[in-house]
């Protein structure tokens, strides 16, 4: 089946939609074998099709009429071995995938009734591990577009750690700039531009090893890439890329006449650790890291999102470069998250 078929596979819209599709564990299970062999059930271990047996106590277990042994709905997925019921994985994947700024564990427990934090901790955290693909192509590449580079220091005060503790961690962060049609209602704001994909990794340092090396993993060799002049960029010439460095950088004011995609792409993130997460520890941060790329990319498909992030079928969620820069992307909010 195509995994891509909205029709097929229905995407909540709102939560009376997400409670009439998915009002039990049954209707959950029902789902995954849809995504999975389309209503023409074949027993993984015989090969052999036709109806299998269903047991209503066990939803997520399907058994081969032929061979008599079972099969779970829930293997391959991030569900996968989990004693949380089907139910309570789906309305945490339409809660990360539909919120624009995701959940926290603690919100999260809340909202579900979950008696331990551990769960919905560990729930959201597997979610997480469907955010990064594992093929994740580099960004850039297109005619019209640059790539803006920059880096920031994230973090500081941990939560329970008091004030004055400080554990900031160097990112860097790489965004495709596009522009808006002339003429539509949105092309006066930062002069038409507005994010394309971004790619976040921490660096170890700002020495041109360490820099260079990202855009090298985040870009495509040969993109227009603008940075300011600092000199651990001076080698991505020699890298294969087109490279533009803006003097003066360090003056604030400049640098976000120059780099106004990055710095929102790293306000938007500070605001988002901070609000929705309270900070996050250096150890953690690149999960985030992949959690915000996951949301900020895929910002207007939770379709695609909501699949991917239980880990069904396969589905490699990002969008395509068409999907991209569709109509449908060029006339919704570019700035992402923060209010
Ligand atoms: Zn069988």
């Known amino acids: 089946m195509d995994v891509f078929d909205h029709a097929s596979l229905a995407f909540p819209q709102s939560l009376p939609e997400f409670q009439r599709l998915f009002p039990d564990d049954a209707a959950c299970a029902a789902y995954l074998e849809k995504a999975r062999w389309n209503g023409n059930f074949v027993c993984p271990h015989c090969q052999a099709g036709g109806e299998p047996f269903r047991f209503d106590n066990r939803p997520g277990v ?19 071995r989990s ?13 990360v995938a539909s919120q624009t700024p995701g959940i926290s564990a603690v919100q999260f427990q809340r ?15 597997k979610l997480r591990a469907g955010m990064v693909r594992p093929d994740q192509d ?14 920031a220091w994230i973090g500081g005060r941990t939560r329970g750690e008091g004030r004055g503790v400080h554990h900031k961690t160097l990112v860097a962060v790489a965004v495709e700039v596009r522009y808006r049609q002339p003429g539509t209602a949105q092309d006066k704001r ?23 090396g990202f855009v090298e993993s985040a870009v495509t060799p040969g993109s227009l890439i ?82 991917s992030l239980l880990g069904i079928a396969g589905v ?18 570019c700035s992402g998250y923060g209010h």
């Open 62 to 80: 399907l058994r081969c009429r032929k061979c008599r042994r079972n099969t779970g709905l829930m293997v391959g997925t991030v569900m996968e």
């Open 83 to 95: 004693h949380t019921p089907l139910s309570v994985w789906f309305w945490a994947a339409y809660l």
């Open 111 to 125: 909202q579900l009734r979950l008696s331990r934090y551990e769960t919905a901790f560990q729930i959201l955290h």
């Open 138 to 151: 580099r960004i850039g590449g297109h005619p019209g577009t640059h790539i803006e580079v920059d880096e």
């Open 190 to 212: 930062k002069d038409g531009r507005y994010a394309g994909r971004v790619r976040l990794a921490i660096a170890t340092d700002r020495s041109a090893e360490s820099l260079c």
């Open 226 to 307: 603008v940075t300011d002049d600092w000199s651990g960029y001076n080698s991505l010439r020699t890298r294969g890329y087109d490279h533009h460095a803006i003097a003066e950088c360090g003056d604030p004011e400049v640098s976000e006449d120059f780099l106004p995609i990055s710095h929102l792409v790293i306000s938007n993130l500070k605001t988002w650790l901070n609000g929705t997460h309270h900070g996050v520890s250096a150890k953690h941060l690149q999960a985030y890291l992949n959690e915000f790329t996951f949301r900020f990319n895929r910002r207007f498909y939770p379709f695609n999102a909501f699949r």
């Open 316 to 333: 490699t969620a990002a969008p395509t470069y068409t999907e991209l820069y569709s109509d449908e992307w060029q006339h919704t909010r």
